[in-house]
């Protein structure tokens, strides 16, 4: 065995020696291993996915939301928009249409000689026109669909806007007659009644009895729009007496017709009526 010197105190001591047992130098000191960290990935709790990735997902969702929406709202347009269809040419050619003609008087004469009635030309016949229908309703009741139009002193028919139209149980005529009203002098009950209209003032009275007599006759009621038309539902089908009257100026315009109404949709083409114009002049 082979000896060396102790560096730091001389003593001779053996080369295999890790120390000196003298003064505790290390001589042969044991090599230092060094560990091996090992560095290991954590996985992901979410599983991999980044939380800012669900931002331009929802983003999008929303985009695609509207788009569906949007499509959805054209399709209910053009739906809404193909039920539009003309239903009175179907309905001409699906029953035999019922025709009753009436006639407008042509003069009429105010007693009090202080005014000048100017009777309109002789109107030919009035048509009430009431086809059947193709149009899907309760199969116990019917609706009714009315197109009113007058013509003044110009000859062109004009829509009746913002009028009441009714169906009576009896027609105008019987109702005054019944109800003990006294026609104004030298006139029909009727036109009595459009007198009233037109001056309210002086003939008053005669109005008030006439319409609280026609308001125990009405069946059913609708008032027309701009265009002239009204729609009168739940109807149940019987024969009625479409009433109805409108002041222009001064003159008046009055529908009196029998009508039978059926199941279903029912048209109501009125012909244009004339209006009776009336002139104001003192003697």
């Not at 009429?108 to 026109?129: F, H, K």
Request: net charge negative.
């Amino acid at each position: 065995m082979s000896l060396i010197y102790c560096p730091e105190c001389g003593h001779e001591i053996s080369q295999a020696a890790v120390a000196c047992p003298n003064c505790g130098r290390p001589i042969n000191a044991a090599p230092v291993v060094e560990k091996r960290v090992v560095v290991a990935e954590r996985p992901r709790e979410d599983g991999g996915f980044p939380p800012w990735a669900f931002i331009p997902i929802a983003v999008l969702g929303i985009v695609l939301l509207f788009i569906l929406f949007y499509a959805m709202s054209r399709n209910d347009e053009t739906a809404n928009s193909n039920l539009n269809v003309n239903v009175s040419s179907q309905r001409s050619s699906s029953r035999a249409s019922d025709n009753v003609r009436t006639t407008d008087s042509q003069t009429i004469n105010v007693p009090s000689g202080d005014t000048t009635v100017t009777a309109p030309p002789p109107p030919e016949s009035q048509t009430v026109t009431v086809p059947g229908s193709q149009t899907t309703v309760p199969s116990d009741r019917g609706t009714v669909v009315i197109d009113a139009k007058a013509v003044g002193s110009t000859g062109q028919p004009q829509a009746v806007r913002n009028e009441k139209f009714y169906l009576l149980d009896e027609d105008l005529e019987t109702i005054l007659s019944d109800a003990d009203l006294e026609p104004i002098e030298g006139q029909s009950l009727s036109n009595s009644f459009g007198l009233s209209v037109v001056y309210p003032d002086r003939f008053g009275d005669f109005n008030r009895k006439a319409l609280a007599a026609i308001k125990q006759h009405i069946k059913y009621s609708g008032t027309t729009d701009g265009s002239g038309k009204a729609q009168l539902g739940g109807i149940e089908p019987n024969s009625y007496y479409l009433f109805g009257i409108t002041k222009t100026g001064k003159g008046f315009a009055l529908w009196s017709n029998p009508v039978t109404i059926r199941t279903g949709e029912n048209l109501l083409n009125l012909s244009p009526a004339r209006i009776t114009e009336m002139d104001n002049t003192s003697e």
